[in-house]
């Protein structure tokens, strides 16, 4: 089972990034994913998550109205597209698989890939 996340980058404020994360050795269509970043010097937190079957999604609150989390499991692969990013929003992200139904905690994931840097300048 492994994750791969890409997209990242270095944008201005109010910019876009659409960052993918690829699934291989395990069909994602029976996983929950989540997305997670972790600042410099601070814990890693949730950003949002997708249900195995896209019904159902979940945000922070500080993206909320700004990302949006989707799957094409054809593709074997979920993207969070990222609107209006603030130097705040610079982390790696990381995602994250979970055969239950994932979650906001990062002990709820089974599998993680190994992150995509974001980087948000003023």
């Known amino acids: 089972v492994q994750l791969q996340a890409s997209g990242g980058g270095l944008v201005q404020a109010g910019e876009s990034l659409r960052l993918s994360c690829a699934g291989s050795g395990f069909s994602m269509d029976n996983y929950a994913i989540g997305w997670f970043r972790q600042a410099p010097g601070k814990v890693r937190e949730f950003v949002a998550a997708?249900?195995?079957?896209?019904?159902?999604?979940y945000y922070a609150d500080s993206v909320k109205g700004r990302f949006t989390i989707s799957r094409d499991n054809a593709k074997n692969t979920v993207y969070l597209q990222t609107n209006s990013l603030k130097p705040e929003d610079t982390a790696v992200y990381y995602c994250?698989?979970?055969?239950?139904?994932?979650?906001?905690?990062?002990?709820?994931?089974?599998?993680w890939g190994q992150g995509t840097l974001v980087t948000v300048s003023s």
């Open positions: 997708i249900s195995w079957s896209g019904d159902a999604t």
């Open positions: 994250a698989a979970d055969r239950d139904s994932g979650g906001t905690f990062t002990y709820q994931y089974d599998y």
